[in-house]
């Protein structure tokens, strides 16, 4: 019975296009011509720099945007091989090759993007705001000596953008008034890549290889040095870029309850997200927290379960489209963003759901 309301929302927001949440673009600047680094995995481009071209394609309607890759082997092959067409604002691809690249090392890779810069001299640089974006693109800026413009969310002219402060409570729009480069992070979230059509797909960016000759083996030895990689294996979506996300809080009260939120999530087709009290208190691993010091989401559906909602965790999931909140305390804060809001035991609710939703195909 308490579980019709989520049961109607579920049925209502999973059949609910994406909806894009630009501001409207002035374009000032007519000779902008933009680096957007990439970020790719087993041959593809990861949709947040995708999100970076979008982004970039905002600054100037003329703007040359060119997309930085640097790896090595077969993997970096590969990602050129789909870089070419997987935007087709992109006009150029720049591919550096060496196994100094592999790893996302802020040292190597900032040396990499100020010896691009003073030879092609863009006017921005841009980079989807995760976890490679934030290691790398502050070490650049210190080399090209500018200050970055951080978690943008809106263009509305080359130089001005509209960006978060206050965890999220307030926007403040900025103009930057320094050299070139401008160097922007994005909040992939903001910059909704739009579907384009079949011709454009047929669209090739030519490849160009970086001259690495004078790139000196100095310039890699840095004060960070990659150990390893530890990651979930999981057929579930990521928590980047899933349409549904189901997260659980403090409420949940172990990591084996966390396991019956984990069978919603994959009923739902859903990736788990959680809260930083959940992460503190072992639940989760901490790649799962969503919020002002986790991963920013904004999908269509964002279902919290036990989730107080502190200004710190709304920062991370209010521009998702729909958000239904579970919560047992009436007063909880996260009724105050919640379209659909359950006062109930998530102990209960969550057992229904379970029963009532059919298994997924
Ligand atoms: P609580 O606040 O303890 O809430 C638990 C909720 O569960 C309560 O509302 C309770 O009513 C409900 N509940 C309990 N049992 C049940 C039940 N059986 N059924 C239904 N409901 C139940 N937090 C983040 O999430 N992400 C961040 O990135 C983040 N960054 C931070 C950065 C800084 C600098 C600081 C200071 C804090 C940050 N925090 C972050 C922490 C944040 O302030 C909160 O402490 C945290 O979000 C609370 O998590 P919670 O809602 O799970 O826990």
Redo the contacts with the bound molecule.
């Keep these: 019975m308490a579980t019709r309301v989520l049961i109607g929302a579920l049925r209502k927001t999973t059949s609910r296009l994406p909806t894009c949440r630009f501001l409207s673009v002035s374009p000032v600047s007519r000779f902008a011509s933009t680096l957007v680094i990439a970020e790719h995995e087993g041959g593809s481009i990861k949709a947040p720099s995708l999100s970076a071209v979008e982004a970039a394609k905002s600054l100037d309607k003329d703007n040359s945007i060119s997309m930085l890759l640097a790896g090595s082997g077969h993997s970096l092959q590969e990602a050129a091989a789909n870089a070419v067409s997987c935007h087709p604002s992109v006009s150029k691809v720049l591919v550096a090759d060496s196994d100094r690249f592999i790893h996302p090392l802020a040292e190597p890779w900032a040396k990499l993007i100020q010896l691009v810069q003073q030879r092609e001299n863009f006017s921005h640089i841009v980079v989807a705001s995760g976890s490679f974006g934030k290691n790398i693109l502050p070490r650049a800026a210190a080399l090209l000596d500018v200050s970055p413009v951080t978690d943008v969310i809106g263009i509305s002219e080359s130089t001005t953008f509209v960006r978060p402060i206050y965890?999220g409570n307030a926007l403040c729009t900025v103009r930057y008034t320094g050299a070139h480069p401008c160097m922007l992070t994005i909040r992939s979230t903001s910059f909704q890549v739009q579907p384009y059509s079949t011709d454009s797909k047929a669209h090739k960016a030519p490849i160009s290889q970086v001259d690495l000759s004078t790139f000196e083996e100095a310039d890699t030895i840095g004060k960070s040095q990659y150990v390893k990689l530890t990651s979930q294996d999981s057929e579930r979506p990521d928590l980047g870029n899933s349409r549904i996300v189901v997260t659980?809080?403090?409420?949940?009260?172990s990591a084996e309850n966390f396991k019956m939120l984990e069978k919603l999530a994959e009923k739902l087709g859903a990736a788990v997200g959680?809260?930083?009290?959940?992460?503190?208190a072992g639940f989760v691993p901490n790649d799962l927290?969503?919020?002002?010091?986790?991963k920013i989401v904004a999908p269509e559906l964002y279902m919290?379960?036990?989730?107080?909602?502190?200004?710190?965790?709304l920062?991370?999931m209010r521009d998702s489209k729909v958000i239904v909140a579970?919560?047992?305390?009436a007063d909880?804060p996260?009724f105050q963003v919640a379209d659909y809001g359950l006062v109930?035991?998530?102990?209960?609710?969550i057992p229904e759901l379970l029963e009532k939703l059919p298994e997924k195909k």
């Design positions: 965890a659980g809080g403090r409420g949940l009260k959680a809260t930083r009290a959940a992460v503190d927290q969503v919020g002002q010091t986790g919290a379960f036990g989730v107080s909602g502190a200004i710190q965790h920062a991370g579970v919560n047992r305390d909880a996260i109930g035991d998530l102990f209960e609710v």
